[in-house]
């Protein structure tokens, strides 16, 4: 292994972490500028695409996180990972859909399901199942006594019941009786599913390390 290829499987998961922590800005932009115009509490992430200025940092808000989530794919690759496994599949496949979903923006609140908003639906049902799972997956192919490991794992179980009761609040029966803090549950899964992706990185830290 040359000292170049050392390097790069060292800087990988720095460099991804990096990007998660970069691609946290317009997230928290978006809650400053549109502050008066989405319930943080009620209103899902995907609203803010109808603010003034909202589209914008959604979509580089979306964009930043695939981008990073595939950085985080890479550092993988780069401790060995095989390109085809389902936990490299599963995470470019969450990459994707947080892409799909910027260019298929969702409806307005009350408003009769257009295609785009059929299309950013399923897109974000595909996500919010890929990254809990690629985790989980992930976490089984180390020693399960790794501290890394267990964080992963835990994190993914957290995120994967997050996402599935996030879903079902869609499901056509129980959608009239959501609560009015599914922004906040929304909320609640996006930092579960963050968490999960620094820890991703972190153990791939430790693996280049080791």
Not at 114 to 137: K, Q
Not at 170 to 188: C, I, K
């Amino acid at each position: 292994m040359t000292l170049i290829t050392r390097k790069a499987k060292a800087t990988a998961p720095a460099i991804a972490a990096g990007a998660l922590a970069f691609s946290l800005v317009p997230i928290l932009l978006l809650h400053l500028v549109a502050a008066g115009a989405i319930d943080p509490v009620r209103d899902v992430i995907s609203d803010y695409v109808f603010p003034p200025g909202g589209a914008v940092l959604l979509a580089a808000a979306s964009l930043g996180l695939a981008g990073a989530s595939l950085l985080v794919r890479h550092a993988l690759l780069e401790q060995g990972l095989p390109k085809r496994s389902p936990e490299s599949v599963l995470i470019a496949l969450w990459a994707a859909g947080l892409v799909i979903a910027t260019f298929f923006p969702t409806d307005p609140t009350g408003v009769e399901t257009s295609f785009s908003g059929a299309v950013h639906r399923y897109a974000g049902a595909a996500m919010f199942v890929c990254l809990p799972l690629a985790g989980w997956l992930l976490a089984r192919r180390q020693p399960e006594a790794k501290a890394e490991a267990k964080a992963v794992r835990w994190l993914s179980l957290a995120s994967g019941a997050a996402s599935l009761a996030f879903l079902l609040a869609h499901a056509p029966l129980l959608e009239q009786s959501v609560p009015e803090f599914l922004g906040l549950f929304e909320r609640v899964l996006y930092a579960l599913l963050y968490a999960q992706l620094f820890a991703v990185a972190a153990m791939a830290r430790t693996e280049a390390a080791a």
